[in-house]
């Protein structure tokens, strides 16, 4: 970290995705919650939504639409299951994957929980300029990706480089596009 930076805090969302769990019993919920909280960052919204395609959809979808939401993170529906479909509703929504996510979460979670990492479709993305990780529905799996990923790349401090730093340019083709038209 580079003590010349300021911290920045960034506005993020949790969507935990459960047919059976309940803001009393989301431990991954709570686990991500803490850290957003521990990190500086700021907790804008909270939901828990069945495991269902379209309630997913519409809910990420909406705070990639606010000002106020820089990053969306669920956790839950990415397994291989029926009712897993986290991924499947998210994925087709991004306007850009990022593939090093799944990559370095596998790497992380292989060193914990060995070949059962492959169960997991863990994905992230950009949706609306916003960033956008699919997280398991483990507080274990919800803790790797926090400390071993987001954390770093969440705080501006964080060098070389960080998805804060160019938050701002996300959606600069926009722009442009709006300039020209």
Avoid at 41 to 60: S, W
Avoid at 73 to 85: E, L
Avoid at 106 to 124: E, G, L, M, P, V
Wanted: net charge negative.
């Amino acid at each position: 970290m580079s003590a010349e930076r300021a911290f920045i805090p960034v506005g993020i969302a949790v969507l935990t995705v459960s047919d059976t769990r309940t803001l009393a019993d989301d431990k991954s919920g709570d686990t991500l919650v803490a850290r957003i909280a521990e990190a500086g960052h700021l907790l804008v919204d909270r939901a828990i939504v069945a495991d269902d395609k379209a309630a997913i959809e519409t809910q990420v979808r909406a705070w990639t639409l606010s000002d106020e939401i820089d990053v969306v993170i669920t956790t839950g529906g990415t397994g291989f299951t029926g009712r897993d479909v986290t991924p499947d509703a998210l994925e087709p929504l991004f306007e850009k994957r990022m593939d090093g996510f799944s990559a370095v979460f596998h790497r992380i979670s292989y060193d914990k929980i060995n070949t059962s990492t492959i169960q997991s479709r863990a994905t992230a993305g950009l949706i609306n300029s916003t960033f956008v990780f699919v997280l398991p529905g483990s507080p274990g799996a919800c803790k790797d990706a926090w400390d071993g990923i987001l954390k770093a790349q969440l705080d501006y401090r964080h060098m070389p480089c960080n998805f804060v730093e160019i938050m701002p340019r996300l959606d600069e083709h926009l722009k442009r596009g709006k300039a020209q038209g």
